[in-house]
């Protein structure tokens, strides 16, 4: 995870736990000590990446999809690439369609960022893997 990443997980953290009105004190002590304050600070600052794992606890203890505690991406990345404004025209239409308020835009945008990374980073099946007769 690249340090400018960590930083912006940690904004995001702290931006969590705010919305939740509570310091790093209370999170420490409302989690058992699960959550130190101190190295709960550390991600906050983005000098300390968290886990899979480890987010995936807090998103539990915060109540929220683990989703929003990752950094939203740039429109144009969560379409895969592509001419921005077409990418943004679009988000917009669905978000008005549906109805979505900014926070729910705002997790919608990140899913999609995630499955179009994850459908760029998948490799192409071989010819002997894609037929009828492969396992």
Known sequence: MSAEYSKRVGETLRSVRRAKDLSLQE??????????????????????A?????????SNFYGVAVTELL????PAT??????????????CDLVESLGLSRAEAQI????????GAALEAEPE???DESGPGSR
């Open 78 to 91: 969560a379409a895969g690439g592509g001419d921005s404004n077409e990418t943004d025209a679009r988000h």
């Open 71 to 74: 950094p939203a991406d740039e």
């Open 27 to 48: 999170v420490e002590g409302l989690s058992n000590q699960e959550f130190k304050a101190s190295v709960l600070g550390a991600y906050e600052r983005g000098e300390r």
């Open 50 to 58: 968290v886990s899979v794992p480890r987010l995936w606890r807090l």
């Open 108 to 115: 919608l945008s990140r899913v999609v960022a995630r499955v």
């Open 125 to 127: 099946p071989s010819p």
